[in-house]
């Protein structure tokens, strides 16, 4: 696929999606750097990658933090030189009417989910120019295209994600450094228990879903997986519905 051998940063890897690209990435010989809070879930996942041959480390980061961003950049660039594909995972959610959020909780979201995505590409994007490859996968979400009602600043969030992610692609283009957005339908992780686990929550979410199921977290590892292949070279400044056909309709 051409990628092995590549170093891939991978933010919120402790579990959920970001666990699963990171399982599907071990493989295919990739460097994996393994980025998120929870040191113990992380370093479960980092044994689990090696135990599937890949080599792989854990940096402990609140991704919303800007200096701790910039010492991730130091660490990472020290452990295994500069980074081939970044992947910025790690989102919150926190479901609320507009009128009830305190500017805390907004910012937290925005902060998390945004501009976070900006903090890590403005550390790591210098080191990737100039090496003829890279790649900056965004996980946004069907949210970021219709909405939920208690999702303003998820949603806020999302939606910018994904023009970030088409202006990024401009600015990257000639380097041959691919920017795409993920946007996720209703996939079963941590994230979405609380949907999950309440019968008119779940049925509201499934009444939507026209394949009337839940998405496996495996299936968005293979995409990301693709996505840094050489094949999807082509592939840049968009956004990637992955959904049951959600927003078909
Ligand atoms: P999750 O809650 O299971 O995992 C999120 C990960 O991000 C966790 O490892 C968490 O510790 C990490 N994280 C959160 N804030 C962080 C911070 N400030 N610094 C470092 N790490 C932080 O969620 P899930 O479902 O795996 O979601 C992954 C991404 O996919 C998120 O961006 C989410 O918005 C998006 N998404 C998920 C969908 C789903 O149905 N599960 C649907 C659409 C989008």
């Known amino acids: 696929m051409g990628i092995s051998g590549r170093v891939a940063l991978i933010t919120g890897a402790s579990r959920g999606l970001g666990k699963a690209m990171t399982?599907?990435?071990?493989?295919?010989?990739?460097?994996?750097?393994?980025?998120?809070?929870?040191?113990?879930?992380?370093?479960?996942?980092?044994?689990?990658?090696?135990?599937?041959?890949?080599?792989?480390?854990?940096?402990?980061?609140?991704?919303?933090?800007?200096?701790?961003?910039?010492?991730?950049?130091?660490?990472?660039?020290?452990?295994?030189?500069?980074?081939?594909?970044?992947?910025?995972?790690?989102?919150?959610?926190?479901?609320?009417?507009?009128?009830?959020?305190?500017?805390?909780?907004?910012?937290?979201?925005?902060?998390?989910?945004?501009?976070?995505?900006?903090?890590?590409?403005?550390?790591?994007?210098?080191?990737?120019?100039?090496?003829?490859?890279?790649?900056?996968?965004?996980?946004?979400?069907?949210?970021?295209?219709?909405s939920f009602p208690q999702r303003t600043p998820y949603s806020a969030s999302k939606a910018g994600l994904i023009g970030f992610t088409k202006s990024l692609a401009l600015e990257l283009a000639q380097e041959n450094i691919t920017v795409v957005a993920i946007s996720p339908g209703p996939f079963a992780t941590e994230m979405t228990v609380p949907i999950m686990n309440d019968p008119e929550k779940n049925e509201q979410f499934m009444s939507r879903t026209p394949q009337r199921r839940w998405g496996d977290p495996r299936d968005i590892g293979k995409l990301a997986l693709y996505l840094c292949s050489d094949d999807a070279s082509f592939i840049t400044g968009t956004d990637i519905l992955i959904d049951g056909g959600w927003c078909a309709q």
């Open 23 to 146: 399982l599907a990435m071990a493989p295919a010989g990739v460097k994996l750097a393994l980025t998120g809070r929870d040191m113990e879930a992380l370093s479960d996942v980092a044994g689990q990658a090696r135990q599937l041959g890949a080599e792989a480390e854990v940096f402990r980061c609140d991704i919303a933090n800007e200096a701790q961003v910039r010492q991730l950049e130091k660490d990472v660039l020290a452990k295994f030189g500069p980074a081939d594909i970044l992947i910025n995972n790690a989102g919150i959610n926190i479901r609320k009417l507009c009128v009830d959020y305190t500017l805390d909780e907004w910012n937290s979201i925005i902060q998390t989910n945004l501009t976070s995505v900006f903090l890590m590409c403005r550390s790591f994007i210098p080191h990737m120019l100039g090496r003829g490859y890279g790649r900056i996968i965004n996980i946004a979400s069907i949210m970021g295209h219709i």
